[in-house]
């Protein structure tokens, strides 16, 4: 894509009754800043697709932007037979397999070998207490994800987290709807064998009573035993 003058004004005008359709072909008529729209609203896709293949956080944000930078230098080809979302998230998984390819010296990688309802979103917590639940919660799902083989962790990501249908994600995938629900399948039941094995690793840990709780439920013993 050509260099084009950026101008704030563009991000200024209304904008949410427009798809990511609409605003792309704005962009490439020349509203560069408009582009910005299009990663705000999707970088929670890119950056799961991309992480569903680098597991190095430190890199992530390498790779979400040379895909963002290939996208862009590349929207005039963007033809509307896919959604964009769609689209995007191929690239940032070529990105990220290339990255991938590089770092482990590996010969080409097909996207062929890489691999229902969308888990719903929790309701809103309001005390530290849930919160912090949730967030062991989401970890423990963070880590067992993470141990999936590869084929099946981009396919778990895709469907389950980021909660593209089955078509969508063959799209990504440049795979059937087929290899997309074996993947899937599959992922699944490698993901329970893992958290039984991780929620047995901290079984003994559970309910811990820890020493300054100790401590208090002794002093405060201690205090009427004295009386």
């Not at 896709?45 to 190095?56: G, K, M």
């Not at 998230?89 to 097909?110: D, F, K, Q, T, W």
């Not at 399948?185 to 300054?212: I, K, M, N, P, Y």
Request: hydrophobic share 45%; aromatic share 4%; with cysteine.
């Amino acid at each position: 894509m050509e260099p084009i003058e950026l101008s704030r004004q563009a991000l200024a005008r209304p904008l949410p009754e427009l798809t990511d359709e609409e605003i792309a072909r704005r962009v490439v008529a020349g509203e560069a800043l408009l582009f910005e729209v299009l990663m705000r609203r999707n970088n929670a896709r890119v950056y799961r697709t991309v992480r569903s293949v680098i597991r190095d956080e430190s890199e992530v944000e390498d790779v979400m932007q040379a895909a963002y930078l290939r996208a862009y230098a590349s929207l005039r080809d963007f033809r509307g037979g896919a959604k964009f979302a769609t689209w995007l998230m191929r690239i940032a998984l070529n990105e990220a397999l290339g990255r991938l390819r590089v770092e482990r010296r590996h010969p080409a990688v097909s996207l062929s070998v890489v691999e229902e309802p969308a888990m719903p979103a929790s309701p809103a917590r309001t005390s530290p207490e849930a919160n912090a639940v949730g967030r062991e919660i989401a970890g423990l799902l963070e880590r067992a994800v993470d141990r999936l083989p590869e084929t099946y962790r981009t396919v778990f990501m895709l469907r389950e987290i980021e909660g593209l249908d089955t078509a969508e994600t063959a799209q990504v995938l440049g795979v059937s709807e087929d290899v997309v629900k074996t993947r899937l399948s599959r992922a699944r039941a490698a993901l329970r064998d893992t958290l039984e094995e991780l929620v047995g690793e901290g079984a003994a840990e559970a309910f811990g009573f820890h020493a300054s709780r100790c401590d208090r439920v002794v002093e405060a013993v201690m205090a009427q035993i004295a009386r």
